[in-house]
């Protein structure tokens, strides 16, 4: 017991033969997160499909070779890096356009991923979210919705910053069931 | 803490930290799955709330309790009662008003006086049935007649 493969991942070593089926099965089963966590940190589409295709091709290039028992950490792990990398390039420059960009397009205002999973999660955020207290709904509305920042907030309701913050979390730890089986 | 972590994610991507701060949350990433999973879930979630259709006034679905389903019977009650005074008084009268108005003012204590009829209906409330129960929008109608100005154009 607790040798075996985790039952949730590929094969560990897949056959040349087999690469282009566990590929298709690792993209199935993690692009959307991955596009999540690099939506994320580069805030730009294309860099996000960009990265998102090289941490593909490098699974490609190591399926053979891969021993590590988690395919989603090394996947994680790798975009990751490829994520920091293209930020670090880009450097001071890139730094300004972000700012600009996150201005003109907060960051996840459209699905970050291919859609599969899209319809499912939103209607379950949407019930999760009339379930919520209305002072919560409020922060949420605000924050998501209206683009203010958890200072402005406050401010315009009169309220602690702290109290802000926590409403956000109360919700957020809710809302957040929306994806447990994503 | 777990939590934390996701709040943290969540400020992450919604650009709320300091550069230090920042800078602190994407060291943690470069050796923690669970905070890179953490950032790709509340990318994930601002998405999603983002395309639930914002309501122009969120009233909530939860369960009502016993008093806030009275006070809502007792708003539409007397915004009912409200409009047919109103309408009542707005009709040509065939008998002067000055006739008709004791008899009004006596319907409206007896409306106020008759604890059986609110008995009856908070008795109604209890049963659950929905179909007891204020609309929504007849009650947002009411409130909203019955409020001086809002504090801020849509708010919720």
């Given at each position: 017991m607790?040798?075996?493969?985790?039952?949730?991942?590929?094969?560990?070593?897949?056959?040349?033969?087999?690469?282009?089926?566990?590929?298709?099965?690792?993209f199935?089963?993690?692009?959307?997160?991955?596009?999540?966590?690099?939506?994320?940190?580069?805030?730009?589409r294309?860099?996000?499909?960009?990265?998102?295709?090289?941490?593909f091709?490098k699974?490609?290039?190591?399926?053979?070779?891969?021993?590590?028992q988690n395919?989603?950490?090394?996947?994680?792990?790798?975009?990751?890096?490829?994520?920091?990398?293209?930020?670090?390039?880009?450097?001071?420059?890139?730094?300004?356009?972000?700012?600009?960009?996150?201005?003109?397009?907060?960051?996840?205002?459209?699905?970050?991923?291919?859609?599969?999973?899209?319809?499912?999660?939103?209607?379950?955020?949407?019930?999760?979210?009339?379930?919520?207290?209305?002072e919560?709904?409020?922060?949420?509305?605000?924050?998501?919705?209206?683009?203010?920042?958890?200072?402005?907030?406050?401010?315009?309701?009169?309220?602690?910053?702290?109290?802000?913050?926590?409403?956000?979390?109360?919700?957020?730890?809710?809302?957040?069931?929306?994806?447990?089986?994503? | 803490?777990?939590?934390?972590?996701?709040?943290?994610?969540?400020?992450?991507?919604?650009?709320?930290?300091?550069?230090?701060?920042?800078?602190?949350?994407?060291?943690?990433?470069?050796?923690?799955?669970v905070?890179?999973e953490?950032?790709?879930?509340?990318?994930?979630?601002?998405?999603?709330?983002?395309?639930?259709?914002?309501?122009?006034?969120?009233?909530?679905?939860?369960?009502?309790?016993?008093?806030?389903?009275?006070?809502?019977?007792?708003?539409?009650?007397?915004?009912?009662?409200?409009?047919?005074?109103?309408?009542?008084?707005?009709?040509?009268?065939?008998?002067?008003v000055?006739?008709?108005?004791?008899?009004?003012?006596?319907?409206?204590?007896?409306?106020?006086?008759?604890?059986?009829?609110?008995?009856?209906?908070?008795?109604?409330?209890?049963r659950?049935?929905?179909?007891?129960?204020?609309?929504?929008?007849?009650?947002?109608?009411?409130?909203?007649?019955?409020?001086?100005?809002?504090?801020?154009?849509g708010?919720?």
């Amino acid at each position: 017991m607790g040798n075996g493969p985790d039952p949730g991942e590929p094969p560990l070593k897949a056959a040349v033969s087999e690469q282009p089926e566990l590929l298709a099965e690792l993209f199935r089963e993690h692009a959307d997160r991955l596009r999540g966590m690099l939506c994320g940190l580069l805030r730009d589409r294309n860099a996000v499909e960009d990265v998102l295709q090289t941490t593909f091709t490098k699974a490609l290039a190591s399926a053979g070779d891969i021993r590590s028992q988690n395919w989603k950490s090394w996947l994680f792990q790798v975009a990751y890096n490829e994520a920091m990398l293209l930020k670090r390039k880009a450097g001071v420059q890139q730094r300004v356009f972000q700012k600009v960009a996150e201005r003109a397009s907060p960051v996840a205002e459209t699905w970050p991923g291919d859609g599969l999973a899209r319809e499912e999660i939103v209607e379950r955020v949407s019930e999760l979210l009339v379930q919520l207290p209305p002072e919560q709904q409020e922060v949420v509305r605000r924050r998501m919705h209206d683009d203010q920042t958890f200072a402005e907030i406050a401010a315009e309701l009169g309220l602690p910053l702290g109290t802000v913050l926590t409403r956000m979390r109360l919700a957020t730890e809710k809302l957040r069931k929306a994806l447990q089986r994503l | 803490m777990t939590n934390d972590l996701h709040f943290r994610a969540l400020a992450y991507s919604l650009g709320e930290l300091t550069d230090a701060e920042a800078t602190a949350f994407e060291s943690l990433m470069e050796r923690d799955q669970v905070a890179r999973e953490a950032l790709a879930e509340a990318v994930l979630l601002t998405a999603a709330v983002r395309e639930v259709r914002q309501p122009a006034r969120i009233i909530s679905r939860t369960p009502a309790t016993r008093e806030a389903r009275s006070s809502r019977w007792a708003v539409g009650a007397a915004g009912l009662a409200a409009a047919v005074v109103v309408a009542a008084l707005a009709i040509p009268a065939r008998t002067p008003v000055h006739a008709e108005a004791p008899a009004i003012v006596e319907a409206w204590n007896e409306l106020g006086a008759d604890q059986a009829l609110f008995a009856e209906l908070d008795s109604d409330i209890d049963r659950d049935d929905p179909s007891s129960d204020v609309p929504d929008w007849m009650v947002a109608a009411v409130l909203e007649a019955a409020e001086p100005a809002p504090h801020r154009e849509g708010t919720l």
